[in-house]
Structures are given as structure tokens and as C-alpha cells.
């Protein structure tokens, strides 16, 4: 009679692959982010045209996006392999949702305007968004806002992850609410490398 020995190191790679990539992702898309925030300090003579359509801000813009893309789809899986619940970490999915769409939007959509549009009517946008633009931040702040924050109640209350990573989570959410993707790209991304690598595995005692 043989027993079969796979099913442990299979979990442990699992695991391990789950928390590598999930980590990874977070990390670029907080570089990203705080590359973004460094370029309004460090860019500050470029007009915000010049600024929207500089190389580096573009791609710091496309590689946010992509990175929490991958969160958004990656994220719930970490339910399997930790004792955070799969809907906290789904509705945290929807929000990194929609910071890679905005992200995206501001490296794709925005130098696109600013490459057509002559230079006043572009700041024109800049200093009047557009009614869906408008609304697509407020529904981007109240889901941050709500998902982080649940996630970090979760999180404290089952003791799945560090209390650090709540604190974290909880300041994501307040910062969604400023608008703009950079200030909760970088806090949520910083927040979500924390959080994978303390949160405790199916295996830990509560």
C-alpha cells in the first residue's frame, strides 16, 4: 500500500506562488503610484500637459494599472491559502478595480487629450472635469473607502493579518477619497504587500 505525500508541498507551493505574486504586484503598482507623486515635485516646471505626456509618467501610470489589475484578478484567491474570507478580499478586489482603471485611464486616455486638445482647452478639463469623470472618482472613493476598510475590520477581528496592514488599509480608504489614483495606489499597494505577507495560512491556529 502506498499514501500519497503530494498534497502538502502542492499547498506550500500554492501558497508561496499566491504570496510572491500578490506581493510583487503590490510593490508596482506603489512604485508606480509614488513615481506619480515624486513627478509633481520633480517635474514641477512642466506645464500639466508637458507632465500628463512625459514618457516616464506614462509609464508609471500603465505600470500601476496593470499591477492592480493583476491584484484585482489574483486577490480573492488568497482566501484558499489564509483565513481572510473570500468576500472581504472580493470586494477589496473591486476597489484595486478601479484604481487600475484610473490608472490606465491617466497613462492612455489623458495624454491622449492632452496630445489633441490645444493647450487651453485642456486646462479647461483639468480645472472642469467632465461629469463622468466626476463620477467615476466618487464611485472609485466610496468603494476604496468601503472594501479597505471592511478588509482591515476582517482582518483585526480574526487576527489574519497584522495590525500594521489594517492601519494601512484603513488609511487606503481615506485617501481614495481625495480623488486621484496616486495617494491610495501607493497606501493600498504598500498596504496589500503587508497584508500578504502576515496574513496567517489555513494551516495557522486562530
Known amino acids: 500500500m502506498t499514501t500519497s505525500t503530494a498534497s502538502p508541498p502542492t499547498t506550500g507551493q500554492t501558497l508561496t506562488s499566491t504570496r510572491t505574486a500578490l506581493t510583487a504586484a503590490g ?31 506614462v509609464t508609471e501610470c500603465l505600470l500601476a494599472g496593470l499591477a492592480y489589475i493583476a491584484v484585482a484578478v489574483m486577490l480573492p484567491g488568497l482566501a ?43 486646462e479647461q478639463i483639468g480645472q472642469h472635469p467632465h461629469f463622468f469623470m466626476q463620477v467615476f472618482e466618487v464611485s472609485m472613493g466610496l468603494v476604496c473607502v468601503v472594501s479597505f476598510i471592511a478588509l482591515a475590520i476582517v482582518g483585526w477581528r ?27 495606489g501607493l497606501v493600498a499597494g504598500l498596504a496589500l504587500a503587508w497584508t500578504v505577507h502576515s496574513a496567517a495560512s489555513t494551516t495557522e491556529e486562530h
Open 80 to 122: 484558499t491559502v489564509t483565513r481572510l474570507p473570500r468576500w472581504a478580499l472580493s470586494i477589496a478586489a473591486a476597489g484595486y478595480a478601479f484604481i487600475a482603471i484610473q490608472a490606465w485611464v491617466y497613462g492612455t486616455l489623458i495624454p491622449e487629450l492632452a496630445n489633441r486638445l490645444p493647450a487651453n482647452e485642456y
Open 27 to 57: 510593490l508596482v503598482g506603489a512604485v508606480g503610484s509614488a513615481g506619480y507623486i515624486a513627478g509633481l515635485v520633480l517635474l514641477s516646471g512642466l506645464s500639466s500637459e508637458q507632465f500628463q505626456t512625459a514618457p516616464v509618467t
Open 158 to 184: 480574526r487576527r489574519a493579518m497584522s495590525r500594521g496592514a489594517c492601519v494601512l488599509f484603513i488609511l487606503a480608504g481615506l485617501a481614495s477619497l481625495l480623488g486621484p489614483f496616486p495617494p491610495v
